[in-house]
């Protein structure tokens, strides 16, 4: 049987295995809405970003006033003994007290040196961001699931190239039996063809543990979304016009990392602005409401009432004014300005960071597309050889090393080959991540 022809039975039975098997194929899109559905780490952090939100719902509480109601009923039995010099002593038990209070009490600050608008406007940056942070997680996890989908698909595609391997190997058998059978082979030229198709085997089992584990491993991504038994795509889809300079010049409004350090920037400076307020003295306004019962049984004094009320209410102004405390507020403002100083500094180094990782990766991924190309070629060429040696060594005009060499010039080949595709994507993937658009 001619050896194009196994080839393309084995690439025709692959490309139904799944469908054969009833396995459902998952699409890279579907990995990543699932992700992004359950992946633990963006359910973490989307917590965090759900609470900012509840801070900044009630972020207008800070310019309401403070009101409070108390009530108290306190019951009393006592005894009493009282002298007199102008009358005789009296004395009773069981005397019986209750006493009723309430109070209404309203607390509201009119200027703190403008401290509650700088902690509205404190709450309204932490909430963005922890937008920010959860749209970091986001790219990173989709960075992440998109590697190990391809990793998987890589394997899968060794796996194919395994299998080429093994139809030729079959073939090698079956030759060298024959000539063997006939006179004109030796009985090592068949035992090696078999060790050799054996190892095939070997790695074709190790390669299927690997995607095995490959496959639980993206399914712990998408937080357990995936079914147990699934298939992926047969190929990688590459992007090989990305331009470096579209690249840097929107990575400084669109890096995650980057924004994460200015709105750190910005929270620090709205930080000295709280520290600042704390130098001008509080103004509040307070009023109150009050109301006292107090009824009095088996009373013994006759100068004592049996009954008294009293309610009204009050209103006024209060200033706290700042005069010493220890140079807490002087230390707190220092310590606000090198907050905003160390600040500015990590906004500076991220946005070195970021542009050397881009140059780095564009450098990585115009290396792995010359390399693709120059695999492509090769691979063509290690096809065309394989199938020059089979013939030969089927006519018996050359040996099985020959025919060997050539078969493992063809497995590095297609190594190489599918090594370039995915260094590619990776390349790929890393410069939309620091692009921080991978996901829109």
Known sequence: MDWKRIISIITITCSFYSAVKGQPLITLQEAIAAGLYKNYDILLLNNDSVAAATDLKYVYGAFLPNINASIGNLWTTSAQKQKYDTRDDVEGTGIKTDNLSAALNLNWTLFDGLKMFATKQKVEELYNLGRINLKNQVVNTTAEIISNYYLIVRQKQLLKAIEEQMSINEERVKLADRKLS????????????????????????????????????????????????????????????????????????????????????????????????????????????????????????????????????????????????????????????????????????????????????FNSYQYQINALRLEEENIELAKENVMIALERFRQGVSTYLELREAQKSLQDAYDRLIAARYNTKLSETELLRLKGEIVR
């Open 182 to 361: 006939v006179g004109l082979g030796t009985k090592p030229e068949l035992l090696q063809a078999k060790v050799d198709l054996n190892a095939q085997k070997a790695a074709h089992l190790e390669q299927q543990t690997t995607m095995i584990q490959l496959r639980d491993q993206l399914n712990q991504l998408t937080g357990m979304q995936l079914p147990a038994v699934y298939e992926v795509a047969d190929s990688i889809p590459l992007d090989i016009h990305m331009n470096i300079a579209d690249i840097q010049d929107r990575v400084e409004t669109s890096n995650p990392t980057i924004l994460q350090a200015l709105k750190n920037a910005d929270i620090a400076r709205i930080s000295l602005k709280e520290a600042k307020a704390s130098r001008w003295p509080m103004v509040s306004f307070i009023s109150a409401y009050n109301f006292t019962r107090n009824e009095n049984r088996n009373n013994i004094s006759p100068f004592a009432s049996t009954f008294s009320r009293n309610n009204g209410y009050n209103f006024g102004l209060t200033a706290s004014i700042p005069i010493l405390n220890n140079l807490n507020v002087k230390r707190n403002i220092q310590q606000a300005k090198l907050d905003v100083e160390y600040q500015d500094i990590a906004v500076s180094k991220q946005k070195s960071l970021v542009n050397v990782w881009v140059k780095v990766a």
